[in-house]
């Protein structure tokens, strides 16, 4: 229940705080939390198809498609998405 609590406040400060922004600037937040998100989507995909079409160096790209992943995962925990 505490948790939902600290979501909540945390939200409220987030709005207040982006209601209070310069609104070309919070638009500019915005759309860059999007484009960061969607674009480390298709950086995932990319990385994991290439990968699979590379048998005898198969690896590397697969490391670095598992820290998109990560990187996904992360902005999930973000309250940006919620509140913008």
């Known amino acids: 229940m505490a948790n939902i609590e600290t979501t909540k406040q945390t939200d409220a400060v987030l709005r ?6 310069d609104a070309h600037t919070a638009q500019e937040i915005r759309q860059s939390y999007y484009r960061v ?18 048998p005898q160096t198969a ?5 670095e498609h598992f820290r998109a ?12 998405g919620a509140v913008l």
């Open 37 to 54: 998100v969607e674009n480390l989507q298709s950086l995932a995909e990319l990385l994991e198809i290439e990968d699979a079409k590379q």
């Open 16 to 21: 207040e705080i982006f209601g209070n922004m």
């Open 69 to 80: 992943v990560a990187a996904i995962e992360a902005m999930k925990d973000s309250r940006l």
């Open 59 to 63: 690896g590397p790209l697969l490391d």
